[in-house]
Nanobody, 125 residues
Framework: QVQLVESGGGLVQAGGSLRLSCEVT????????MGWYRQDPDKAREFVAQ???????EYTASAKGRFTISRDNTKNTVYLQMNSLKPDDTAVYYC???????????????????WGKGTLVTVSS
């Protein structure tokens, strides 16, 4: 069984910082691109940042210079360090992984497009 377990959300004042984490659990053999998306109730889910297994990262324009994505391949975990937070950053943040290679019951499986359950980030003004 493969799961994405997110943590690190919470309430912070504008200008503050939070660090989100997302661990891929299970008997994992390899993990592809790991990313973060966010959604508030009135908008569609939007891309925030992603990082390849080689460490190449991309950001949406609003995140550049304020957010940093990183990953620890030994822990199958991706992080999102968010600094200089603004009220507009308030949303549920979701972890996404584009492909996972894992072992279960002695067999290898490869799956695509995994999502976490989300963690709420609230930035007060």
């Amino acid at each position: 069984q493969v799961q994405l377990v997110e943590s690190g959300g919470g309430l912070v004042q504008a200008g503050g910082s939070l660090r989100l984490s997302c661990e891929v659990t299970g008997n994992i053999l390899s993990v592809g691109v790991m990313g973060w998306y966010r959604q508030d109730p009135d908008k569609a889910r939007e891309f925030v940042a992603q990082i390849t297994d080689a460490g190449v990262s991309e950001y949406t324009a609003s995140a550049k210079g304020r957010f940093t994505i990183s990953r620890d391949n030994t822990k199958n975990t991706v992080y999102l360090q968010m600094n200089s937070l603004k009220p507009d950053d308030t949303a549920v943040y979701y972890c996404n992984v584009d492909r996972i290679h894992y072992e279960l019951g002695g067999y290898d499986f490869k799956g695509a497009d995994y999502w976490g359950k989300g963690t709420l980030v609230t930035v007060s003004s």
